[in-house]
């Protein structure tokens, strides 16, 4: 599959900015963003760019400067892109380390993750998918059946499998990810994780211990029905993809389906949540 880069230029820069207009467009059908110092750049198969226009594209904060430059990126190419540009390893709670395979890491940590990521889906880096592995690193997992929902690289999935989980079902609806998911596990000798690629109408009557859902608000509002309905009884549910000021939101359509929260997390806004199922 071809994609096309679309560099944004923010200037002057500011993070609140990127994250409004990331999740603009994100709208729009780009489905990975990677920041630079310039602003951030953003990534969308070429067969969607052709409905595109930049020139919808806005920033509602005053004094923001917005440019656009375009490139047409290979499939070919991927790995050797985020190689030179974007993918640093990372280290979640001073005991895993996120890592690809081209990457040397000097300590040793109790957990280590490994991924060649084709595209931007869960390197680690973005504040959701950290603050899901703060909440993972923090909790009991032995034994545990766990569905990662929009799983993207399978990180998570893969923690808990680290951690003792009993078995994992990762689902995903984009391609990209599930191939990339498929590598991953093998990368990381993980034999006890499944990854199907849909959405939540592959749900069925499999219950599960742990449901983690790092998507989007839109989303996480609209199917959390079906994510509560295969949740067994006292089991927990981790949602993440929104910001501070959705909570309320996102709390508010928890308590239609039994959900109460337990806590919650937030860096730079964003923000993730736990749950647990009372009734």
Request: charged share 20%; with cysteine; net charge negative.
């Amino acid at each position: 599959m071809e994609y096309t880069k679309v560099a944004v230029d923010v200037n002057p820069l500011n993070e609140v900015a990127n994250e409004l207009l990331m999740a603009q467009m994100g709208d729009m059908g780009f489905d990975s963003f990677a920041e630079t110092d310039k602003g951030f750049d953003a990534f969308i198969p070429s067969k969607d760019f052709d409905t595109v226009n930049l020139d919808d594209i806005y920033c509602p904060l005053d004094g923001i400067k917005l440019s656009f430059n375009t490139e047409t990126i290979a499939d070919q190419n991927w790995n050797k892109v985020w190689e030179e540009n974007y993918f640093q390893p990372i280290v979640i709670g001073n005991e895993c380390v996120v890592r690809s395979t081209f990457h040397q890491v000097d300590e040793t940590y109790k957990y280590e993750i490994i991924i060649n990521p084709q595209m931007a889906f869960g390197t680690g880096h973005h504040e959701t998918t950290s603050l899901m592995m703060q909440f993972l690193m923090e909790s009991d997992m032995q034994g545990a059946d766990v569905l990662d929902m929009g799983c993207g690289t399978a990180i998570l999935g893969m923690f808990c499998s680290m951690k003792g989980a009993n078995s994992i079902t990762g689902i995903d609806i984009d391609e990209w990810a599930y191939n990339n998911a498929i590598e991953c596990l093998s990368l990381n000798n993980v034999s006890n994780m499944e990854i199907l690629l849909g959405g939540a109408e592959l749900l069925n009557q499999q219950l599960f211990d742990v449901v983690l859902a790092n998507i989007n608000r839109n989303i996480l509002l609209n199917d959390m029905h079906a994510y509560a309905n295969v949740l067994k009884q006292g089991g927990r549910i981790f949602f993440s993809g929104f910001y501070l000021e959705d909570l309320p939101l996102i709390d508010e359509e928890a308590k239609k389906y039994g959900l109460k929260r337990l806590s919650q997390k937030t860096e730079n806004n964003w923000t993730a949540a736990a749950y647990s199922k009372t009734k």
